[in-house]
């Protein structure tokens, strides 16, 4: 049954995490106002799912990757929550909430570990996972070259 609430809890995330765009980008309040409860309503229904999932396996630590991931989204979203409700702003939910979803979103899709459906799904998400890695690295390089530029 916790599969249930945490797949509840992934699609409030991701529902939060639209919605805090607008919000912080263009500053339009009616998104302002659906953001943060959106986020508390998944991070309830999230904490539910984490008690019944450790209540389940009989273990109070996170054993398996899952159970890692998922109360790490878990963390993330409190600590947003927290920042939320003591300062009263959701810029860092633009962060926050996207990570939480993505966080929550493999431990959501089952029990089992998750394989891709073939060997040429996988080579490809590997390739394109490289190359993304690299582009990554490079425009670090570069920016701490144009860094260094500004600096002399």
Known sequence: MYL???R???VLYAAASL???????YAFPRWRKACLPLAALAFLFHVVSATEMM???????????GE?????????????????GIYGT???????LPASFLLV???????????????????????????FL??????????MVASFLYLA
């Open 68 to 84: 890692i991931e998922s109360l790490l989204g878990l963390a993330i979203a409190g600590i947003f929550l927290a920042i939320g």
């Open 90 to 96: 959701i810029s860092f939910g633009i962060f926050a």
């Open 4 to 6: 249930v609430w945490l």
């Open 19 to 25: 919605t805090a765009l607008p919000a912080v980008l």
């Open 55 to 65: 209540a389940v396996a009989h273990h109070w630590v996170p054993v398996s990757y």
């Open 105 to 131: 979103f493999v431990p959501a899709l089952g029990a089992s570990h998750y394989t891709f459906p073939s060997a040429g799904v996988r080579v490809g998400w590997l390739v394109v996972h490289i190359a």
């Open 8 to 10: 509840v809890a992934a």
């Open 134 to 143: 690299l582009a990554a690295y490079a425009s670090l390089a570069f920016s």
